[in-house]
């Protein structure tokens, strides 16, 4: 029987995917992206990407600061005139928001308050349903399959003269899993025409899967979807609360009128500079792979089964009540993600840093061999 020793030793012979040496980055990669020092407890929780923002974000926030004392609206208007060019859309069909986060709550307010449905997968990401939940929505719940992936064929059964939306997180949050391409393009095609398709593509840049459909492309069609992005995740600027709706004008229109937090200048200047730096973002995408290839390696040793992630953190089966396992991991020095009913024995773990991950491979071990 292969002892941990051993494991850990034939790990590092076969390209240290697991407790690298000291030096994981090359020295050319600290030079051009200037990584952070480990903080006391790693935050693996939250899906951040804890290389960014990039350097010259950073510069651009710097110079920026000159623009504070303005409104963002003009700025505003300039970003969302590089994202119509970036995706091919008119102008008119984006809405800059505080972070994607308020692009949901306020289209759960436009559409589906004082009594309107809202169709979701559960597990999800909750922004847009709690919200709505407070102006009068309802929630109809349609459990994950087996596979952790939505059920879209039942989410399409349930739509009614009642339902203002439906919603996908596409790869999914907390799961990681991902709508197949063809059965999406079907289904946004046909929901579309009975109520409003809402897919949140937040974790949309890791996806691996060759010429997978953005449903930006419905909305190009003229069809009732909107589509949900952010500064947050591969570029690295979740603290800076940025991130844009793409719809067809009229819609957008719509959705425009309850717009609140309008970000800021100095969020506004770094998402321009952030679209235009793509040494990092081919960074942030590698290191993020390098990091799933770790963990999927100690979650196999130690026999946890997992999904296979299209995004920047891993749902695995803990075997362990994660209010538990929680609570634990942190006297280990890191942070995991929270319970996401009803999967109480599942844990999500964002990647971090590959030195970040290496503390939880060391805490894993120390709790499971125990």
Known sequence: ?????????????????????????SAQEKSDFQPRSLDPVIRLSSNENPYGPSNRVQERIKNSFIHGCRYPYAYSDNLAEQLAIKHGVSPESIIITGGSTEGLRITGLTFASNGGEIISGQPTFLA?????????????????????GYDVDEMEKRISSKTKLIFLCNPNN???TLVPAKKLVDFCDSASKKAIVFSDEAYYDFIETPNYPSMIESVKRGDNVIVSKTFSKVYGMAGLRIGYLIA??????KIRKNVVAMSNVLAVEAAKEALLDDAFYQFS??????????????????????????????????????????PAMLTKGVRIGRPFPPFYDWCRISTGTLEEVDVFIKGMLEIYES
Request: charged share 25%; hydrophobic share 40%; no cysteine.
């Open 1 to 25: 029987m292969h002892t941990r020793r051993d494991w850990l030793r034939s790990s590092l012979g076969i390209g240290g995917l697991l407790l690298a040496p000291p030096s994981i980055l």
């Open 128 to 148: 847009m349903m709690t919200y709505a939940e407070q102006w009068g929505a309802s929630i109809n719940w349609v459990p994950v399959g087996a596979d952790k």
């Open 174 to 176: 907390p799961t990681g």
């Open 248 to 253: 067809k004008p009229e819609i957008a229109a």
């Open 285 to 326: 995408l590698a290191k993020n792979r390098e990091a799933k290839k770790r963990i999927y390696k100690l979650l196999d040793y130690l026999n946890l089964k997992y999904v296979e992630s299209h995004t920047n953190f891993i749902f695995f089966h803990a075997k362990k009540d994660i209010r538990e396992l929680g």
